[in-house]
């Protein structure tokens, strides 16, 4: 049970490129979501995802894409890159068992650096 | 506009001490307030969470109140711990599992 994986780890990029942060989990967990930490600011949500097949954008998704083909898998794209999407982000999941109590598990996060 | 407001930004408490952090939110919608820890470097990680048909909750040294009428809620670390020195984060969505919106966090030292 490895949790919640993301890749990389830290990565920097130049104005206008693209790339995939990728974000795994083996807990079989419904939800997951992105989000992304500027200082000051807490953690802002990107986009979220109920389950293999449905997503919906959060507060800050322009700029992003994402799919969910299977339960383990949520990456999040960079269509062109901007300075303004240097942040560190972190993907997480959760499990709200019926009538339960939460689990949720957030990734050690992707510092990312756009030039 | 931010509508969770978490007031103060950090805070230095001494050891054994009680460390209170608070949060104000806006959408009366919201129906679940979890609280988050972070390390640096490292994730979040669920602390303790509370739904408004209770006006506390606590688990071990982490108590939450919530005021509904006032649209506020707080977490007080009981007996304070060098180790609890991390930045905290209230949060809150209509549902468990469903969207949050976080405060801005408070960066809580414990000084031994």
């Known amino acids: 049970n490895a949790g919640v994986t993301q890749t990389p780890k830290f990565q920097v990029l130049k104005t206008g490129q693209s790339m995939t942060l990728q974000c795994a989990q083996d807990?079989?967990?419904?939800?997951m979501s992105w989000y992304r930490q500027d200082p000051g600011m807490g953690l802002r949500l990107i986009h979220y995802s109920v389950g293999a097949g449905i997503t919906d954008q959060g507060e800050v998704p322009n700029g992003y894409n994402v799919s969910r083909s299977t339960t383990e898998d949520f990456p999040l794209r960079l269509l062109s890159a901007a300075p303004s999407q240097t942040s560190v982000y972190f993907c997480?999941?959760?499990?709200?068992?019926?009538?339960?109590?939460?689990?949720?598990?957030f990734g050690p996060g992707t510092r990312l650096l756009v030039l | 506009q931010q509508q969770v407001k978490q007031s103060p930004q950090s805070l230095i408490v001494q050891k054994g001490g009680i460390s209170i952090i608070n949060c104000a939110y806006e959408?009366?919608?919201?129906?679940?307030f979890p609280w988050y820890q972070q390390f640096p470097g490292k994730g979040p990680a669920l602390l303790i969470a509370i739904r408004p048909d209770v006006s506390e909750k606590k688990e071990g040294r982490f108590t939450i109140s919530f005021n509904k009428s006032a649209k506020q809620f707080s977490l007080h670390i009981m007996d304070s711990q060098p180790g609890d020195s991390a930045t905290y984060f209230c949060a809150a969505s209509k549902a468990a599992g469903n969207k949050l919106t976080f405060g801005g966090g408070t960066r809580v030292l414990v000084k031994p």
């Open positions: 807990m079989n967990h419904e939800y």
């Open positions: 997480a999941s959760s499990y709200l068992p019926s009538g339960g109590k939460e689990t949720q598990y």
């Open positions: 959408n009366t919608a919201f129906d679940y």
